[in-house]
């Protein structure tokens, strides 16, 4: 995907926040703020939710056997 440049303006606080939230990270602030846009679009949220449904279909049966009883109080 292509990239644009993006100016941004903050105060101080707030960069140095950025700046040390992306360090923690082990990340480019530029990295940290493209990560925190995706989420406020719900991009992430939406491709776990996606990856989650998918799981529990695979696994259905298995999670059935294993707990099924148990939550009906047959074991």
Do not use: H, P, W
């Not at 923690?24 to 493209?34: D, L, Q, T």
């Not at 989420?39 to 939710?49: I, K």
């Amino acid at each position: 995907m292509a990239k644009t440049q993006l100016n941004v303006r903050v105060d101080e606080g707030t960069a140095r926040t950025a700046r040390e939230r992306a360090l923690a990270r082990g990340m480019s602030v530029n990295r940290y703020i493209e990560e925190l846009v995706r989420q406020d679009a719900g991009e992430v949220g939406r491709t776990f939710v996606e990856a989650a449904a998918d799981f529990m279909e695979q696994y259905e049966n298995v999670f059935a056997e294993e707990f099924g009883a148990e939550r009906e109080g047959r074991r």
